[in-house]
Nanobody
Framework: QVQLVESAGGLVQAGGSLRLSCAAS????????MGWFRQAPEKVREFVAA????????AYALSVKGRFTISRDNVKNMLYLQMNSLNPEDTAVYYC????????????????????WGQGTQVTVSS
């Protein structure tokens, strides 16, 4: 059974930084692409960033490109999201997710392409 456990989020002032982590267990982490998604109140869950199984390819939503960095450690089975220059529009519950298909050639940003999800962690950015 795959388990994804996110680190605690937090409250940060606008312009600040926060690093999220996600610990994965249950199957060969290094064979699967990973993603970060977020959901603000009364909004649909949206793509934030993704990384392929090897870590050599990444993709970002336009709203976070240049501010957020996704990375992974396939030895420690960990996924990370470094968030810089945060603004109040980044306030949301953040979820890590694991691709349903192993060794996918291209990164996928679609919610339905991810099979397993973490429990979510709240990130609040104050102005």
């Amino acid at each position: 059974q795959v388990q994804l456990v996110e680190s605690a989020g937090g409250l940060v002032q606008a312009g600040g930084s926060l690093r999220l982590s996600c610990a994965a267990s249950g199957r060969s982490f290094s064979n699967y692409g990973m993603g970060w998604f977020r959901q603000a109140p009364e909004k649909v869950r949206e793509f934030v960033a993704a990384i392929n199984w090897s870590g050599h390819k990444t993709a970002y939503a336009l709203s976070v490109k240049g501010r957020f960095t996704i990375s992974r450690d396939n030895v420690k089975n960990m996924l990370y999201l470094q968030m810089n220059s945060l603004n109040p529009e980044d306030t949301a519950v953040y979820y890590c997710a694991e691709d349903r298909r192993s060794l996918r050639l291209e990164i996928t940003t679609g919610v339905n392409d991810y099979e397993y999800w973490g429990q979510g962690t709240q990130v609040t950015v104050s102005s």
